[in-house]
């Protein structure tokens, strides 16, 4: 029987075999998976933000579900539609896209702000509600969006109670010298993402998912969760602090990272590594720090160094 860790690092290494040189956003994704996370992947285009989700859901044996978001898109392309079927004589619903285990939304700032709140129940309660009736979605369910942040022409940038349902953004980066040699000479990339096979099922990720919730989080750590939003409220860092929906994912995110490094407890240098992926997105800095020029990142930084650590002799 695997061990959490050997199938985290499975999952990994299946994707990698088609995004080359970079483990570390593979390794935030596959965590943000298995924490009940939605992901948000923002950069310019061509770097692979759509590989990565492609690929993503092709390592795990699931139902995978891809909208192209455009301005005209219309929520019931997205949930879904009552149809009249005349040999019935009565209306039946016609499930939408968001009926997958990953849904892959290209371009989401591209749609009207209409047509994105029309994840937002699905998003946070895994679940749709057309016509008065409430549908439940399948388990595992995440959302892995994508968008280009230096384009505006077009663009209805999502507003932060849409960005607080989703647990990290990512920025894929450019590769380096080297890499981008390698994918230059690789003459069958798309014939490895169209065959790449599952190394997971559906009920696996449920399954990881569920031992990530058991790992131990002392009460001293969760009282560091709680000062880190603390502080992100009340110093003059941000004019948008931490949610109390960013301290659960924030923590849920610790657990995975624990037992994927083969631990069954979290510590503080778990909370600290993902506290820019899962934090930076969901806070507004303040007009201080936006004067010197500061970035969310930063800012987020600065809370994670200045925020003292409780003292304790063991975190297990």
Request: net charge negative.
């Amino acid at each position: 029987m695997r061990t959490f860790a050997t199938a985290f690092d499975a999952i990994c290494a299946n994707i990698a075999r088609v995004v080359h040189g970079k483990d570390d956003v593979i390794r935030l994704s596959v965590i943000c998976l298995l924490a009940d996370g939605h992901l948000l992947l923002e950069d310019v285009p061509g770097v692979g933000k759509t590989s990565l989700a492609k690929a993503l859901a092709r390592s795990v044996r699931a139902q995978f579900g891809r909208v192209q978001f455009t301005p005209d898109l219309l929520p019931s392309d997205v949930l879904g539609s009552s149809v009249w079927n005349q040999q019935l004589a009565t209306f039946e619903f016609r499930p939408g896209p968001v009926f997958a285990n990953v849904l892959l939304g290209d371009e989401i700032n591209r749609a009207s702000p209409k047509t994105q709140s029309a994840l937002l129940e699905a998003m946070a309660e895994d679940q749709v509600t057309v016509d008065g009736t409430t549908y439940d979605l399948a388990r595992p369910f995440m959302v892995v969006a994508t968008q280009n942040p230096l384009e505006h022409h077009g663009t209805f940038p999502l507003p932060e109670s849409q960005l607080d349902r989703f647990m990290m953004r990512l920025s894929v980066g450019y590769p380096d010298r080297a890499q981008e040699l390698a994918l230059l000479q690789e003459t069958d990339h798309d014939e490895r993402l169209d065959q790449l096979q599952p190394v997971a099922s559906g009920a696996d990720v449920v399954a990881m998912a569920q031992h990530a919730r058991r790992t131990h989080v002392a009460p001293e750590l969760a009282a560091y969760v709680v000062d880190l939003a603390d502080r992100s409220r009340t110093t003059g860092l941000f004019a948008l602090g931490m949610s109390p929906r960013s301290s659960l994912g924030l923590l849920r995110a610790a657990r995975v990272l624990a037992a994927a490094s083969g631990r069954d407890y979290v510590t503080p240098d778990d909370v600290k590594l993902l506290g820019v992926p899962v934090l930076a997105h969901r806070v507004v800095v303040g007009p201080d720090a936006r004067l010197r020029g500061g970035s969310a990142e930063d800012a987020v930084r600065e809370l994670l160094r200045t925020t003292p650590v409780p003292g304790s002799s063991s975190w297990r």
